[in-house]
């Protein structure tokens, strides 16, 4: 579906089989010179093909088309090195292409596994979970034209004038991009009407809740009248929305504080017992991959809760637990 969303900018919904959120947003700039894509959809044939019609229809030549990725998840970025040409260039995040050199390392499932089965993860269920394949024989093939952005920078493409905004937290180098005349904010998956933006964390240095936290505290004192996300509806509440998503994620924490009062446990029985918006009778019936990145929903509250000073944790047979202070 193509939507007029304000002149020469175009919404199109890239389809994503299989998955919850069915849709993928990617936004059209049409200009004089250069086009410019904001996200692309998955790299599937079903993708594909609601991407190139859409474009066909749009009249857009990607011989004079420029992309714009707001961060390193599959399907924002899948279809971006299929729609290149010579002369294209990827605007893009240094800190969030470090993603694609984990990925072609080959560390990250491993990584992933270790992080699994340290969060208490059973093997069984780990490996189901893991069994996944991120990307397409062509990343490896070629190099991608990536043009580093930084907060802060600006990127012009036809009678829009964005500046960059780094926001932190879905991912550890989301880039949005905001219109100060006009007053639109591209959100990739930073700010969400209807759901919430997963927080996912893995036993390492970062600590992502907290800079989510405060980069909705940046987007907060913008002039924003129109918010046009990765995913579902625009919606033009940008500062209501951002103070239901502080919620969100007070509730999560007191939530995590009560299910840790009686005993210790680790983030993979801290998950089990939180509150989930899933179409699943229990715990148990939940797919191997959604109680993945539910427990890595925990570890990251647990890891803000463990920086606020609020619970400690400990290794107990090459397991982290958690517990009340």
């Known amino acids: 579906m193509i939507e007029q969303i304000a002149a020469n900018l175009y919404k199109i919904e890239i389809p994503l089989p299989d ?15 250069r086009n410019l894509i904001i996200d692309t959809g998955m790299d599937n044939e079903e993708g594909r093909q609601a991407m190139h019609k859409s474009l066909e229809k749009l009249g857009v030549d990607l011989e004079r ?3 714009f990725i707001t961060h390193f998840h599959m399907d924002h970025f899948g279809l971006a090195p299929t729609l290149i040409s010579d002369n294209s260039t990827i605007y893009f995040n240094k800190t969030e292409s470090a993603g694609i050199d984990w990925v072609r390392s080959g560390n990250f499932l491993q990584e992933l596994t270790d992080s699994g089965r340290m969060s208490g993860f059973p093997e069984d269920e780990l490996q189901e979970a893991l069994t996944f394949r991120p990307v397409h024989d062509h990343w490896w093939r070629k190099p991608l034209p990536f043009t580093f952005l930084a ?6 493409a036809g009678e829009y004038r964005f500046q960059c905004v780094a926001t932190p937290g879905h991912s550890r180098g ?14 990739g998956d930073h700010l969400l009407n209807e759901i919430t933006p997963s927080i996912l ?8 809740l907290e800079e989510y936290l405060l980069s909705l505290d940046r987007v907060y004192e913008l002039d924003i009248k129109l918010v046009l996300p990765g995913h ?20 999560r924490s007191n939530e995590i504080i ?27 019936s939940f797919p191997a991959m959604q109680k993945f990145f539910a427990t890595g929903e925990a570890i990251a509250h647990l890891k803000y809760l ?6 400690k944790k400990e290794t107990r047979e090459k397991k982290i637990v958690y517990s009340r202070i």
């Open 19 to 33: 998955m919850v959120l069915q849709f993928v947003n990617s936004y059209i700039i049409k200009a004089k010179n």
């Open 65 to 67: 088309t420029d992309l």
């Open 151 to 156: 907060d802060g920078d600006r990127l012009e």
């Open 174 to 187: 989301h880039m949005c991009l905001y219109e100060p005349d006009k007053k639109i904010f591209i959100s």
């Open 201 to 208: 964390s893995r036993y390492d240095a970062a600590n992502p």
């Open 232 to 251: 579902k509806g625009s919606f033009r509440n940008c500062k209501e929305r951002i103070r239901e998503l502080k919620d969100h994620h007070r509730q």
């Open 258 to 284: 009560s299910i840790l009062k009686e005993c210790s446990q680790n983030a993979y029985q801290v998950a089990s017992q939180m509150t989930w918006n899933i179409d699943c009778d229990s715990w148990g």
């Open 306 to 311: 463990e920086g606020k000073g609020m619970i």
